[in-house]
Antibody, heavy 120, light 110 residues
Framework: QVQLQESGPGLVKASQTLSLTCAVSGGSVNSGTYYWSWIRQLPGKGLEWIGYIYNSGRIYYNPSLKSRVTVSADTSENLFSLKMTSVTAADTSVYFC????????????WGQGTLVTVSS | QSALTQPHSVSGSPGQSVTISCTGTNRDVGDYNYVSWYQHHPDKAPKLIIFDVSRRPSGVPDRFSGSKSGNTASLTISGLQAEDQAHYYCCSYAGAYTMVFGGGTKLTVL
């Protein structure tokens, strides 16, 4: 059974960098079969796909966030990470990590999410 | 890349059916049969309930069904049960290795 667990600071100051990690168990971030993804739940606005990493090297981003976001993977620790620079209050969200199947175009395993609040 | 449009809320009584729409464009929902739906209970991980417009993962009851016409996909839940009360999100492939979600619909079981 694949499990994902997000971790990171719950409070980030405006203009600084948000950093989160997602620990994966029951699967490998280096598998070459799945994409490892970040998604956020904007308050009152639904889900927003942020980006995903494949085979520890190919990375795809939401065009609207691409200039501020970096997704990376640590195969030795079997985790992947999200960095978002120059955050504002609009980045306050619950951040989820998830596994994406590129053959069937769905997210099949999700973490429970972690709330990140951006303070002024 | 704009979010897919869903109704903010829907409701129904136990045993009834409800349908949630998900409207995109001819660059996402209308162009690909890669629409998926997720059920999200508060403080839990979202759960995949429909993929490829109308296919159900193993273990998802057949009360949940999906369809698509043009740029609009739909999720129908029949025989509503109390545990179906949750938020529901649609998602579509949008080309160039990108994905787009809907704004979410809150389902209330009366």
């Amino acid at each position: 059974q694949v499990q994902l667990q997000e971790s990171g600071p719950g409070l980030v100051k405006a203009s600084q960098t948000l950093s989160l990690t997602c620990a994966v168990s029951g699967g490998s971030v280096n598998s070459g079969t799945y994409y490892w993804s970040w998604i956020r739940q904007l308050p009152g606005k639904g889900l927003e796909w942020i980006g995903y990493i494949y085979n520890s090297g190919r990375i795809y981003y939401n065009p609207s966030l691409k200039s501020r976001v970096t997704v990376s993977a640590d195969t030795s620790e079997n985790l992947f990470s999200l960095k978002m620079t120059s955050v504002t209050a609009a980045d306050t969200s619950v951040y989820f990590c998830a596994r994406f199947s590129p053959d069937l175009y769905f997210f099949d395993y999700w973490g429970q999410g972690t709330l990140v609040t951006v303070s002024s | 890349q704009s979010a897919l449009t869903q109704p903010h809320s829907v409701s129904g009584s136990p045993g009834q059916s409800v349908t949630i729409s998900c409207t995109g464009t001819n660059r996402d929902v209308g162009d690909y049969n890669y629409v998926s739906w997720y059920q999200h209970h508060p403080d839990k991980a979202p759960k995949l309930i429909i993929f490829d417009v109308s296919r159900r993962p193993s273990g998802v009851p057949d009360r949940f069904s999906g369809s698509k016409s043009g740029n609009t996909a739909s999720l129908t839940i029949s025989g509503l049960q109390a545990e179906d009360q949750a938020h529901y999100y649609c998602c579509s492939y949008a080309g160039a290795y990108t994905m787009v979600f809907g704004g979410g619909t809150k389902l209330t079981v009366l």
